[in-house]
């Protein structure tokens, strides 16, 4: 098959062009490198720097191309109450812009990257496809509506789509400077610098931590599956979530509590609808994920170390 990556040189995308290149893939990857690295790119991708806010630059690219992954977003909560226009850009415009070209190209399968985001506080656990959305961020609700586009290509053009909601993806070259931190990428960068680990709030909110590699393989099965491509939305998670206190204790170090920033309290994926459809389960535990990245990220903090 023929493969594209819209954000091929970032965490995910990266980690996604790996495996699909060793499946014997052929893979473009699509990034306009301003959060992506070059270096992530697999050699014997194809990487086209090009912006996702721009189709007419995009829709060369995915001519024969059989599967899209849409991995392409400006992420994070804080970022798009920051700067909700960018963010809005790229997260809605940019998916439409994908899901265009996708359409002008006949492409088999668009699988987007999603994100429990949507789900903002709910009242109950765990959290299941079928609940209301209430996002409380930009970002939120900037991913459900291009979940709701997958979906409306699907049923009005007959574009084969799939929306696969993340939770708290980390591993393996997942951003370690910038805009872009997750909680555990967080606390390795200051344990590295002899810093205390910054939490806001009390510590006791709870994350479904999800290693990359069960994402990729989420991925994988929804852009082959023949039970799949109507617009369906199905979450990618653990099934297990630990609070911020406990990840911090993992990791190791001196706390140090913050202001509190809007957020949701807690988060649990319900990956019922993921096994059912696509035959997936998330196979990483968060001892061996956690034990993974803390190689990877030592191996790179000492690689820059030397330069």
């Excluded at 599967?67 to 400006?74: D, K, P, Q, Y």
């Excluded at 309290?265 to 956690?290: N, Y």
């Amino acid at each position: 098959m023929k493969a594209l990556v819209t954000g091929g040189a970032g965490f995910i995308g990266s980690n996604l062009t790996d495996a699909l290149i060793a499946q014997n893939h052929e893979v473009i990857v699509l990034d306009n490198l301003s959060t992506g690295r070059r270096e992530n790119v697999h050699p014997r991708a194809r990487l086209v720097e090009a912006d996702i806010t721009n189709r007419q630059h995009l829709m060369p690219h995915f001519a024969g191309v059989d599967w899209v992954f849409h991995c392409a977003a400006l992420p994070r909560v804080q970022l798009s109450i920051e700067d909700p226009v960018a963010t809005n850009d790229a997260n809605v415009n940019g998916t439409l812009n994908v899901l265009l070209s996708a359409r002008e190209a006949k492409v088999k399968r668009v699988v987007y990257s999603a994100s429990s985001s949507a789900y903002g506080n709910a009242a109950t656990l765990p959290l299941q496809e079928t609940m209301l959305p209430s996002p409380m961020s930009p970002y939120g609700l900037q991913k459900y509506v291009g979940e709701h586009y997958a979906r409306l290509f699907s049923l009005l053009y007959g574009l084969p789509t799939v929306s696969l909601r993340y939770f708290n993806v980390y591993g393996q070259r997942m951003a370690s400077s910038g805009a872009y931190l997750t909680v555990i990428a967080v606390f390795l960068q200051r344990k590295a610098r002899g810093e205390t680990l910054t939490i806001y709030g009390d510590g006791t909110q709870t994350r479904d931590f999800t290693f990359v590699g069960d994402v990729v393989a989420a991925n994988l099965l929804a852009a082959s599956s023949d039970t799949v491509g109507r617009g369906e939305v199905m979450n990618i998670g653990a099934g297990r979530n630990y609070s911020v206190n406990e990840i911090a204790r993992r990791i190791g170090g001196v706390v140090e509590y913050l202001p509190p920033r809007v957020e949701p309290h807690d988060t649990l994926a319900d990956t019922t609808i993921a096994r059912e459809l696509l035959g997936w389960e998330p196979a990483v535990t968060l001892e061996e994920g956690i034990q993974r990245t803390v190689q990877w990220f030592e191996q790179q903090h000492e690689a820059e170390n030397q330069k």
